[in-house]
């Protein structure tokens, strides 16, 4: 079966940098689009960057040029480097696999706090 597990999430201080990490496993996303998105206390869950199969990037506004999403297909794995993070940053993040239905990780915490 086909599944999604991220990992990285951390306690961080302001202006710190942490790599998040998602693992595909039970199919070929090599040529799916995958992305992250961010889930914080009492909001909705919203796009935090994205990946197509080709290598094209997006970012959401409130983090672009401070988060980096990458893909290693051999290693069927999709990375998220913060940089700088603020304390607005502070959420679950998921990972996604733009399929039909989409596919959702389980999530991992990333608290920015000092």
């Known amino acids: 079966q086909a599944q999604l597990v991220e990992s990285g999430g951390d306690l961080v201080q302001p202006g710190g940098s942490l790599r998040l990490s998602c693992v595909a496993s039970g199919s070929d996303f090599s040529t799916v689009g995958m992305g992250w998105h961010r889930q914080a206390s009492g909001r909705q869950r919203e796009a935090v960057a994205n990946v197509n199969g080709g290598g094209h990037t997006w970012y959401d506004a409130s983090v672009r040029g401070r988060f980096t999403i990458s893909r290693d297909n051999a290693k069927k794995t999709v990375y998220l480097q913060m940089n700088n993070l603020k304390f607005e940053d502070t959420a679950v993040y998921y990972c996604?696999?733009?399929?039909?239905?989409?596919?959702w990780g389980q999530g991992t915490v990333v608290t920015v706090s000092s």
């Open positions: 996604v696999a733009y399929t039909n239905p989409p596919l």
